[in-house]
Every structure is written in C-alpha cells, then in structure tokens.
Nanobody, 118 residues
Framework: QAHFVESGGGLVQPGGSLRLSCAASGLTFSDYSMSWYRQAPGKERELVARIGGIGGNSDYAGSVKGRFTISRDNAKKTVFLQMNSLEPEDTALYYC???????????WGPGTQVTVSS
C-alpha cells in the first residue's frame, strides 16, 4: 500500500516562500504521476499541481500558476512544491498523492499545514 508523508509547511507572511516535500513509499515511484492537493477549512480538497512520472510535464491550478512550481526526485521518491509570493488564500493543509487525473490511493498522509498571515 502506498504511503505518503508531507513536510515543510509553516507560518509565513504574505509574499513569502515555502518549499513542501512529500516522501512516498510502497510504490514504484517513477511509474506514477504525482499531485499536490490542498484543503482549506470548510472547503473541499482541490488539486494544486501535478507532474508526470518522468517529470516532463506539469500542470497547475489557475490560482497558483506562476507562483508555485512542482518538481520531483525519483531517486529519493520525493515530490516537491516550491511556493512563492504566498497569499492568505493559500492557507490550507497540503497533501500529495499519486495520479494525474485524480488521486490513485485512499491512503492520504497527514498533510502539512501552510498558514499565510501577517
């Protein structure tokens, strides 16, 4: 069964940056596209960014395009999310999962909290 552990969140001021990491296990990592999701209080979980298995293609939600960058290190079985120019609206619990057109596994990690506030 796939297992994901997210890290790197924190409290940051508007305009600041954070780099999230997601370590995966229990799957042949390089065979899978990977995605980052987020869920704000009272809202549904939404797709933020996704990247193909070999990292050649990526896609972003309109609200983060130009500010966030997804990348991956297949040797370390880790996917990253570089977040720049953070806005209060980016405040949420951030998760990762395998898949490009939706999460493939039911086993979500604990997530990492991102809070953008002055």
């Amino acid at each position: 069964q796939a297992h994901f552990v997210e890290s790197g969140g924190g409290l940051v001021q508007p305009g600041g940056s954070l780099r999230l990491s997601c370590a995966a296990s229990g799957l042949t990592f390089s065979d899978y596209s990977m995605s980052w999701y987020r869920q704000a209080p009272g809202k549904e979980r939404e797709l933020v960014a996704r990247i193909g298995g070999i990292g050649g293609n990526s896609d972003y939600a309109g609200s983060v395009k130009g500010r966030f960058t997804i990348s991956r290190d297949n040797a370390k079985k880790t996917v990253f999310l570089q977040m720049n120019s953070l806005e209060p609206e980016d405040t949420a619990l951030y998760y990762c999962n395998a898949g490009y057109r939706g999460p493939l596994f039911d086993s979500w990690g604990p997530g990492t909290q991102v809070t953008v506030s002055s």
